[in-house]
């Protein structure tokens, strides 16, 4: 599993025109799913994200977490966070997670951290998403299960 995370003061995304979800201050989360992927995957890189401090504190040092700012979250499911690129110039998915696995999943991680977030928005998986934001510093974490899990 794998997380891009950015700090932002504001995302939105939008399919067909209409916006499905707007967050302001906080973090938008693209979501990579592979096949090895669990539950108890999810659940570690959940707590990872949700604890991750690196809003600023009063003293401008990066020591404040998501729930400390009353921070809000877009998660975007994202399977081209497993593209290869290691032959050719035309990337392979084949070790993103398949459609179904992958979105039971993302409705899992999306589950989890509504339980631990009060503004969790989402975009719808598999659809044309437009995603737009403000990256604040900018700031952006990538996670990777494989060296969270491990």
């Known amino acids: 599993m794998r997380f891009v995370i950015q700090r932002v003061t504001e995302a939105s995304v939008t399919?067909?025109?209409n916006q499905v979800g707007q967050i302001g201050k906080g973090f938008l989360v693209l979501i990579g799913i592979s096949e090895e992927d669990t539950e108890?995957?999810?659940?570690?890189?959940?707590?990872k994200l949700i604890g991750l401090r690196i809003f600023e504190d009063a003293q401008g040092k990066t020591n404040l977490d998501l729930?400390?700012?009353e921070?809000?979250?877009l998660l975007i499911s994202q399977f081209t966070l497993y593209a290869d690129c290691?032959?050719?110039?035309?990337?392979?998915?084949i070790r993103a997670g398949k459609p179904n696995k992958a979105n039971a999943l993302y409705e899992y991680i999306i589950a989890a951290c509504k339980k631990e977030v009060e503004h969790v928005?989402?975009?719808?998986?598999?659809?044309d998403m437009k995603?737009?934001?403000?990256n604040?510093?900018?700031?952006?974490?990538?996670l990777d299960s494989a060296e969270i899990c491990s």
């Open 136 to 142: 604040d510093g900018p700031f952006t974490i990538y």
């Open 131 to 134: 995603v737009e934001l403000l």
């Open 121 to 127: 928005e989402k975009g719808i998986f598999g659809a």
């Open 86 to 93: 290691k032959k050719g110039n035309r990337p392979s998915f």
């Open 67 to 69: 729930k400390s700012v």
């Open 40 to 47: 108890e995957i999810a659940d570690k890189m959940v707590k």
């Open 71 to 73: 921070g809000s979250l």
């Open 15 to 17: 399919v067909d025109s």
